[in-house]
């Protein structure tokens, strides 16, 4: 039979035969007949044989295979015998590159929506809402602090100056911010380390879940009647609770702050995480904000407290008192019943001299380098008009710090004017001695300057304008730890003294992730 007169018997079953399509369609499905010189002299159907096999047992030689591609592409498709579709049946889609593009950014929302998700929940975790009464009190029937038995209690007159004294070694800090308190810090975490000292510490973070008031239950791991040597982390003071954890004449420190100086420090450092900041728009925000405080500030907004008598908040009392209101004298009164010595970081080389006085210290004891100090802003500082909104809006601030800074200098007559210009000028030149020694290049640098990651202290968010130190490469063993210990910031120092931060390095990662 010849190859143009194939029928439908012809054909192998499962395939529909071939109609007359053209010599085109035909050649492209059949090879052309050749003559007995041609194709090794092979026959037709031989060929016809050999290709069949071929389909069943892979690719034949390399002519055949490319005639077996020709003849399959040539094929007509389905789309080239599908009937054209009515209007009603025809669907849009969206050209490939264009949907997977859009499919990306839907991801990326979802994924950027969760993972917001999580820092919230972390976040509120991690910062305790703002309590504006205290706290509930350590649960009825909990021991008050117990010293054990046979445990000496140090009692020192009060002006720390009698021949024979006892240093004190119970002590509460209370920590107020941006007073110069994390230096003070730095020599309560020396003078403990080194006498081997009971800190009472926080567990997972480096304040006690400020903004909520100080409870026992917040030290780790407190036991009813535990009794602690120092406590001088952050907190919103709460007396009775504080009161607990030591013995019974422990003394009680803090330092106050010019409350124009300290609004000014705070406004740069805790600004971007105060909302209703964001609604300054010009250049020099904290200007803007004191034309008009009324205009954005928010009693109850969050983290508000930062930014309005700071200095009361942490004290633990309402810093939205009203200033004509007989409870403002009574608080401050309370606060100089409460403390042995409030020093003022105005004068802190003249606080530290009655402080050393106060616990009968050695000078050593009370070196310091200046820990957590901010660079210099490139405007200038509150003066004038600006320093008078400043105080004005700090009132109940600006009280408490007339107060104490009166009663700083009547310590002062009665420790000797004389005596502490030279107790000042001795303590100021054992620091630059040791500034000579401890640290590389004799200052204080920016945070990008920092060498060693254990020297970088903790920045706000936002921002890099913390200063830290670098330590010197070579320094004689008798100074060695010593300078160690003097440069190194808060986080770092707790971490070494063996405090749980799992809360502080958490977020630490996640800021280092986002680059905050």
């Known amino acids: 039979m010849r190859p143009g007169a194939l029928n439908a018997a012809s054909v192998r079953p499962g395939r529909a035969p071939r109609g007359r399509e053209g010599a085109g369609a035909r050649g492209a499905h059949w090879p052309r007949r050749r003559g007995p010189g041609q194709a090794g ?3 037709w159907s031989e060929r016809v044989r050999r290709r069949r096999r071929g389909r069943r047992h892979g690719p034949g030689p390399a002519g055949t295979s490319r005639r077996l591609v020709s003849a399959r592409a040539a094929r007509p498709g389905p789309s080239q015998h599908a009937k054209p579709e009515k209007d009603g049946d025809k ?9 997977k593009r859009w499919e990306s950014m839907a991801k990326g929302l979802v994924l950027g929506a969760l993972f917001t998700s999580f820092l919230l929940l972390l976040y509120s975790y991690a910062v305790p809402p703002l309590h504006t009464g205290l706290a509930s009190a350590t649960p009825e029937g909990t021991a008050p602090c117990s010293p054990a038995p046979g445990e000496p209690e140090t009692v020192t007159p009060a002006n720390g100056s009698a021949a024979g004294c006892q240093p004190r070694r119970d002590i509460v800090f209370m920590k107020t911010h941006k007073t110069a308190s994390s230096t003070l810090l730095n020599i309560l975490f020396r003078f403990g380390q080194k006498h081997g000292l009971k800190f009472a510490f926080p567990n997972g973070r480096n304040d006690f879940d400020y903004p909520a008031f100080f409870a026992r239950s917040l030290v780790q791991d407190y036991r009813p009647g535990a009794c602690f040597n120092i406590i001088c982390n952050h907190m919103r003071f709460h007396y009775e609770e504080v009161r607990g954890l030591v013995p019974p004449n422990a003394t009680f420190i803090t330092v106050l702050r010019d409350p124009a100086r300290l609004f000014e420090s705070s406004f740069h450092y805790f600004g971007s995480v105060v909302p209703f900041t964001w609604k300054l728009s ?17 009693p ?8 309005r008598n700071l200095l009361f908040f942490d004290l633990g009392y309402d810093s939205g008192l009203d200033p004509g209101s007989p ?11 409460r403390f042995h010595l409030v020093l003022l970081q105005e004068y802190f080389d003249e606080s530290l ?3 050393k006085d106060l616990l009968c210290w050695e000078l050593e004891d ?29 009132v109940l601030d600006a009280r408490l710090y007339r107060h104490f800074n009166a009663s700083f200098w009547r310590k002062v007559e009665a420790f000797g004017r004389e005596r502490m210009a030279r107790e000042v000028a001795t303590l100021r030149r054992a620091n630059e001695r040791m500034r000579r020694i401890c640290i590389d290049g004799g200052r204080a640098v920016d945070a990008a300057a920092i060498q060693d990651s254990a020297m970088q202290p903790w920045q706000p968010l936002g921002a890099k304008s913390i200063l830290g130190y670098n330590l010197k490469k070579s320094i004689g063993r008798r100074h060695a730890q010593l300078c160690r210990r003097m ?19 958490l977020w630490k990662f996640i800021r280092d992730f986002l680059q905050w």
């Open 41 to 43: 002299g092979r026959t």
């Open 300 to 307: 109850n907004g969050y983290n508000a407290h930062y930014l």
């Open 366 to 394: 009370v070196l310091y380098f200046k820990l957590n100090a901010r660079r210099d802003p490139a405007g200038p500082r509150l003066s004038g008009e600006l320093y008078r909104r400043a105080t004005a809006w700090n």
């Open 353 to 355: 001299v009655l402080l």
């Open 91 to 99: 669907v849009s889609e969206m050209p490939l590159p264009q949907k």
């Open 487 to 505: 440069l190194t910031p808060e986080i770092q120092y707790l971490m070494d003294l063996g405090v749980n931060l799992w809360v502080t390095k």
């Open 282 to 298: 010009s250049q020099d925000k904290l200007a803007e904000f004191l034309q008009d405080p009324d205009r954005y500030y928010d």
């Open 327 to 337: 409870q403002v004298q009574e608080h401050i009164l309370e606060v100089e019943r």
